[in-house]
């Protein structure tokens, strides 16, 4: 075993250990909970490693990066999740790789997925990215739709040619009522999917919790945890 796969594979039982114990805390079973590694400035190799030991679901933020790394890992049985804020213009080569697209905001990003999904003959399953920093009808720092914009999104996905809606996701907000408390953030987002799943019962996937606050996540009942410097490191600078 290499060094970097023997790093890798240290640092991956590790942050198996802390979903197992957080899904005993929380009274869930293991399975309930699917652990994405997020692999973004990191190079092929390392999800080349990450495959062998047995990770299924990987995640970049950035295309230019993803698009590479994809295509250059594309014999490997991975499922590559979208994770970063999205451009129209990025959107044919992000629906070239990825399997799921967790950050869909706004209707017009909707339409240019269909857009393409539909041309590539793919089905791409869609995440609202939901902004608990945002007003009611506003957008996040990061990125996301306000909670009471979610509606509308999704009936726009579940409608669209090539696209699935699979449900919810958010990032931990660093400001507004949410700020250090990730888990009351969590359990709103689990409210909201709650709320989604009465009109569209099949997306029942929340995506939450990252290396940080995973534990949170899982208490509140998240389905996939998105974690990328617990399993790999700190994150070497970009040149």
Known sequence: MTDRKGEIAGNLAKVEERI?????????????????????????????????????HVAENRDQDAAPKAAACSDLPLNWHFVGQLQTNKVRSVVGYADFVQSV?????????????????????CLI??????????????????PGGIEELADLVSGAPGLRL??????????GEYAGRQQAAF??????????????????????GMSADLEQAVAAGATHVRVGTAVLGVRPGLG
Do not use: F, W
Request: proline letters at 3%; hydrophobic letters at 40%; one cysteine or more.
């Open 166 to 175: 699979d449900g919810l996701m958010t990032v931990a907000p660093l400001t």
């Open 129 to 146: 990215q939901v902004a608990l920093d945002a007003d009611e009808t506003g957008r996040g720092e990061r990125g996301g739709v306000a």
């Open 20 to 56: 197992a114990a957080a899904c005993v805390a929380a009274g869930r079973k293991r399975e309930e909970v699917t652990l994405i590694v997020v692999t973004k400035t990191y190079p092929a190799g390392d999800v080349r490693i990450l495959s062998e030991l047995g990770v299924r």
């Open 187 to 208: 359990e709103r987002l689990m409210d909201l999917s709650t709320d989604l799943r009465r009109a569209h019962p099949a997306a029942n996937m929340v995506s939450a």
């Open 105 to 125: 905001d706004r209707s017009r990003l909707v339409t240019a997925l269909s857009k393409e999904a539909h041309r590539a003959g793919r089905e791409v399953g």
